[in-house]
C-alpha cells in the first residue's frame, strides 16, 4: 500500500508533470501517437471484437525471436489510449532484436470491457502468441510482458495469473508462461492505486471502481485477484521503471517485497523522465530506459 510521504511524492510528481505551460517540455499522449513506427508485418485478431487485435513486429534475420508482449495505458478507461501510444516503442524493441506483439484490448466504456473483459483480453492477447508462432518466426519459450501506465499493472498481473485458481473467471485455461514482467510507470499495488482519490487525481476522474463493477470494499475478492502484488512471488523476473504514476519509492517498496519472497526485481529511477517521455523513444528519457528495456529482456530471454 501506498505510505503517507508516498501518496505526497505522487501528488507532487503529478502536478509537474501534468500541470501548467512551465513543464511543457514533457510529452502528452498524443504527441507520442505521433511518432514515427515501423508498419507491423501483421495485424491479427486474438478474438472476435474489433478491438481484440494486435500488431506484430519482427527484428531482421531468420528469428525465431523472443518476444514482448506490449500492453499500452490509458486510465483503464476508453479513451484515453490506444496502442498507437505503444507503436513507437514496439518498432524500437524490434529494431533491437526483440518481436514485439502490441495489442489493442476493450477497457472501461467499451462494450465487454472492464471486469473481466479486460484481464480476459490481456491473458488471450498474450496467449495469441502461440498461435502466431505457428507461422511467424516467433520464440513462445522466451516471451516478456510488458506494460505502461496502467498496461503495467496487465504486464505484472500477466505474470501472476497462472497462480490464481483453475477455477478463476479471469485466469484463462492454459496461461502462456512467461520469461518476465516490464512494468513502465504503472502501479505495482494495484490496491493502493484504488484508494479513494488517487486514481481520481491521476486520471480526471475515477476509473477503478467503474473498471472493477464496484469498490475494495464491495469487491474484495475481485481485487485480490486483480492485483499481482497479493501474488509475490510472482515466480518470473520482473523490472520497475519508476517516474510519475509509480514514484520511486513505491517501487523500491514493492521490489523489497518481492524479492524477500524470493524474486528477482530490477528497477530503474526514472522520475525526472516524464510519463509519456519514457515511453518515446528520441527523448532524453529514453536513451536510459530503452538500453534497461532491451538489457533486462535479453537477460531473462538468453538473447544476444
Same mark, same amino acid.
Given at each position: 500500500m501506498l505510505v503517507r510521504g508516498s501518496f505526497v511524492v505522487v501528488i507532487v510528481a503529478l502536478v509537474v508533470a501534468f500541470a501548467g505551460t512551465a513543464f511543457a517540455?514533457?510529452?502528452?499522449? =498524443?504527441?507520442?501517437?505521433?511518432? +514515427?513506427?515501423?508498419? +507491423?508485418?501483421?495485424?491479427?485478431?486474438?478474438g472476435p471484437d474489433p478491438l481484440e487485435y494486435g500488431e506484430l513486429r519482427l527484428p531482421s534475420g531468420a528469428g525465431p525471436f523472443p518476444v514482448a508482449v506490449v500492453i499500452h495505458g490509458g486510465c483503464w478507461t476508453s479513451g484515453f489510449a490506444t496502442l498507437r501510444n505503444t507503436a513507437p516503442l514496439?518498432?524500437?524493441?524490434?529494431?533491437? #532484436? $526483440?518481436?514485439?506483439?502490441?495489442?489493442?484490448?476493450?477497457?472501461?466504456?467499451?462494450? #465487454?470491457?472492464?471486469?473481466?473483459?479486460?484481464? /480476459?483480453?490481456?491473458?488471450? %492477447?498474450?496467449?495469441?502468441?502461440?498461435?502466431?508462432?505457428?507461422?511467424?518466426? /516467433?520464440?513462445?519459450?522466451? *516471451?516478456?510482458?510488458?506494460?505502461?501506465?496502467?498496461?503495467?499493472?496487465? %504486464?505484472?498481473? /500477466?505474470?501472476?495469473? %497462472?497462480k490464481l485458481p483453475a477455477a478463476s473467471e479471469i485466469r484463462g485455461s492454459d496461461p502462456l508462461p512467461v520469461a518476465g514482467a516490464v512494468a513502465i510507470d504503472g502501479p505495482a499495488d494495484f490496491a493502493s492505486f484504488a484508494a479513494p482519490g488517487i486514481d481520481a487525481f491521476v486520471c480526471g476522474k475515477p476509473v477503478i471502481a467503474p473498471f472493477m463493477g464496484g469498490s475494495l470494499a464491495e469487491l474484495p475478492? =475481485?481485487?485480490?485477484?486483480?492485483?499481482?502484488?497479493?501474488?509475490?512471488?510472482?515466480?518470473?523476473?520482473?523490472?520497475? $521503471?519508476?517516474?510519475?504514476?509509480? +514514484?520511486?519509492?513505491?517501487?523500491?517498496?514493492?521490489?523489497?517485497?518481492?524479492?524477500?519472497?524470493?524474486?528477482?526485481?530490477?528497477?530503474?529511477?526514472?522520475?525526472?523522465?516524464?510519463?509519456?517521455?519514457?515511453?518515446? +523513444?528520441?527523448?532524453?528519457?529514453?536513451?536510459?530506459?530503452?538500453?534497461?528495456? *532491451?538489457?533486462?529482456?535479453?537477460?531473462?530471454?538468453?538473447?544476444?
Amino acid at each position: 500500500m501506498l505510505v503517507r510521504g508516498s501518496f505526497v511524492v505522487v501528488i507532487v510528481a503529478l502536478v509537474v508533470a501534468f500541470a501548467g505551460t512551465a513543464f511543457a517540455q514533457h510529452l502528452r499522449p =498524443r504527441d507520442v501517437d505521433r511518432l +514515427p513506427s515501423s508498419t +507491423p508485418q501483421l495485424v491479427a485478431h486474438y478474438g472476435p471484437d474489433p478491438l481484440e487485435y494486435g500488431e506484430l513486429r519482427l527484428p531482421s534475420g531468420a528469428g525465431p525471436f523472443p518476444v514482448a508482449v506490449v500492453i499500452h495505458g490509458g486510465c483503464w478507461t476508453s479513451g484515453f489510449a490506444t496502442l498507437r501510444n505503444t507503436a513507437p516503442l514496439a518498432s524500437a524493441l524490434a529494431e533491437r #532484436g $526483440i518481436a514485439t506483439w502490441n495489442v489493442e484490448y476493450r477497457q472501461s466504456g467499451d462494450s #465487454g470491457g472492464g471486469w473481466p473483459g479486460t484481464f /480476459l483480453d490481456w491473458g488471450a %492477447a498474450t496467449d495469441y502468441v502461440r498461435v502466431l508462432a505457428r507461422t511467424q518466426p /516467433l520464440d513462445v519459450t522466451h *516471451v516478456v510482458v510488458m506494460g505502461h501506465s496502467a498496461g503495467a499493472h496487465a %504486464a505484472l498481473w /500477466l505474470a501472476s495469473r %497462472a497462480k490464481l485458481p483453475a477455477a478463476s473467471e479471469i485466469r484463462g485455461s492454459d496461461p502462456l508462461p512467461v520469461a518476465g514482467a516490464v512494468a513502465i510507470d504503472g502501479p505495482a499495488d494495484f490496491a493502493s492505486f484504488a484508494a479513494p482519490g488517487i486514481d481520481a487525481f491521476v486520471c480526471g476522474k475515477p476509473v477503478i471502481a467503474p473498471f472493477m463493477g464496484g469498490s475494495l470494499a464491495e469487491l474484495p475478492g =475481485r481485487y485480490r485477484a486483480a492485483d499481482p502484488a497479493t501474488r509475490v512471488p510472482l515466480g518470473v523476473p520482473q523490472a520497475l $521503471i519508476a517516474s510519475i504514476v509509480l +514514484p520511486h519509492a513505491d517501487a523500491a517498496a514493492y521490489a523489497k517485497k518481492a524479492r524477500a519472497a524470493g524474486d528477482r526485481v530490477d528497477v530503474l529511477d526514472g522520475e525526472n523522465g516524464g510519463h509519456f517521455d519514457i515511453i518515446a +523513444p528520441g527523448t532524453n528519457a529514453w536513451k536510459t530506459v530503452g538500453p534497461f528495456i *532491451v538489457r533486462f529482456v535479453r537477460s531473462v530471454t538468453g538473447a544476444s
